[in-house]
């Protein structure tokens, strides 16, 4: 009985012990949770830059929007004047194919009709012994044609020079209102919430909004550490030799945190066997919670730094584009000023082409004028060829006709002298010979002679060149 009775003090100071720690462990590990008051102060900061970037976003996308509005009038304006300059490009581009290939048609023509002259010889029987054989070509001056070639290539070059200054411009004017669309056109890289259709929706109030209940949550939840740790305080006073406990582990905690009493050096209450039966069963349940009330209190932290993350992105985005619109903006003065330059630059492409075209025109008109002198030298020459067979005809008739007289003329003379002489054997001696001083003359004689000062005979030509040169004639009647 004696060692039963004396080891119940034993128990009983064992049991206590035992409380103390379990009290101590309770209030250390609340003291500890009470840290997460930064991360409250840190949600609240979060918090309030979120509402500032709220307030800013709305005010940089309404400057933005209303640059956007302005600046996209103005493009389409350039737009306009770029499209009717590109028609003065097309106009002159299809133009000048046009010309080039008249030219071309022209310069073939011509060149075809110089090849003629220079396949047709001259008959060799129309120059003199001593001379080699000559094409027509040989007769023409070629110098006129090399001389408007030249006048041709000139204003050619001229004109393409035209044209590549114009397009020169042109280029730059596309750069420019490309650069303004391309800077209007100019996103970031990430890819914030809300994107859809392709328009953005800001993802602002919304985490703004999920931040607000975080922050709510944090607070709430930092306040049931505060009592919790409030309790672990109260539970450690009536706790057998908790006092200095309490005094030594609970004298400092993080600023801020509101205890709830006058200190942990205030004596504690009594309270009674029950009551305190009752505040240990409701700190043992506190305490199996405030691990995961921290790390609640973590994860909201967690999440409210990432979606300010997103907001920062979001805000940087619209920064990034209200600095390109501005951007855009400023180019567009800048164009403004170049814009009398490009559409001065139509107006001096077209006085220059349609110089250089007129006188391209002119040249064209020479040149077939050269086309058809030479042309026309091609059909004289055979229809010269025709007068020469057309003369040595006639000739060869006049000759057979001279002939035939003097057959003629010479059989009527021996007829002549025949009677005379018959006449003289029969009168002649009963006659005086001077009664008639032409008694005894001979008949007259008759010659047909050519007549003419340097006229030559019609040279011969052979029948097949003649045919040759009808057949060409009539081919170009």
């Known amino acids: 009985m004696a060692s039963s009775t004396e080891s119940l003090p034993s128990q009983s100071s064992n049991q206590a012990s035992t409380l103390l720690e379990t009290v101590v462990s309770h209030l250390l590990a609340s003291k500890r949770s009470l840290s997460s ?24 996308s309404a400057r933005t929007e209303f640059l956007r509005t302005g600046i996209d009038s103005q493009v389409r304006i350039l737009t306009r004047v770029r499209n009717n300059i590109e028609g003065v490009a097309r106009e002159g ?10 030219l071309d048609t022209a310069e073939e023509r011509l060149r075809e009709t110089l090849n003629l002259l220079r396949k047709t010889m001259v008959e060799a029987s129309l120059r003199p012994e001593d001379e080699g054989r000559r094409s ?26 035209a044209d590549d200054d114009f397009s020169k411009g042109n280029r730059a004017f596309d750069e420019d209102v490309q650069n303004v669309k391309s800077l209007l056109a100019k996103k ?25 209940d975080h922050a709510k949550d ?7 550490l505060v009592r919790h740790f409030d309790l672990c305080v109260t539970a450690i006073k009536h706790t057998e030799g908790g006092g200095d406990a309490a005094q030594r582990i609970a004298g400092e905690w993080p600023e801020g945190v509101d205890i709830g009493q006058d200190g942990t050096n205030a004596p504690a209450d009594p309270i009674g066997e029950e009551e305190r039966r009752e505040m240990m069963e409701v700190l043992e349940k ?20 990432a979606r300010y993350e997103l907001v920062t992105a979001y805000t940087d985005q619209l920064a990034d584009e209200h600095a390109n619109t501005t951007s855009a903006f400023r180019l567009l003065e800048e164009i403004g000023l170049r814009l009398p330059g490009y559409i001065a630059q139509s107006h001096i492409f077209v006085y220059r082409w349609d110089d250089e075209k007129a006188t391209i025109e002119e040249c064209m008109d020479e040149l077939e004028g050269l086309r058809l002198f030479y042309d026309g030298f091609l059909r004289a020459y055979d229809n010269l060829l025709l007068e020469i067979g057309r003369r040595k005809a006639l000739e060869t008739r006049m000759e057979k006709v001279a002939q035939d007289a003097m057959a003629k003329i010479q059989k009527l003379y021996e007829d002549d002298f025949e009677e005379r002489e018959s006449f003289k054997k029969a009168q002649g001696d009963f006659l005086p010979v001077d009664i008639w001083p032409g008694l005894m003359a001979g008949p007259l004689q008759y010659e047909i002679l050519p007549v003419g000062n340097g006229v030559e005979k019609v040279p011969d030509v052979s029948k097949s060149v003649i045919q040759q040169a009808t057949r060409r004639v009539d081919g170009r009647i």
């Open 286 to 305: 506190d305490a199996s919670q405030v691990e995961d009330v921290v790390i609640e209190i973590k994860e909201h932290m967690m999440d409210m730094e």
């Open 93 to 102: 581009a299809a133009e000048f194919k046009a010309v080039i290939r008249n």
């Open 136 to 161: 027509l070509l040989d007769f023409v001056d070629e110098t006129g044609v090399d001389g408007l070639m030249a006048r041709i290539k000139t204003s050619i070059d001229k004109a393409s020079g």
């Open 188 to 212: 970031t890289k990430q890819d914030m919430p809300g994107e859809a259709g392709g328009e953005t929706k800001s993802p602002i109030p919304e985490i703004l909004h999920d931040m607000e």
């Open 218 to 224: 944090m607070a709430d939840n930092l306040e049931s």
């Open 37 to 60: 008051i930064n991360h409250v102060y840190r949600a609240n900061e979060l918090v309030t830059a979120t509402r500032n970037s709220l307030e800013t976003s709305v005010i940089t």
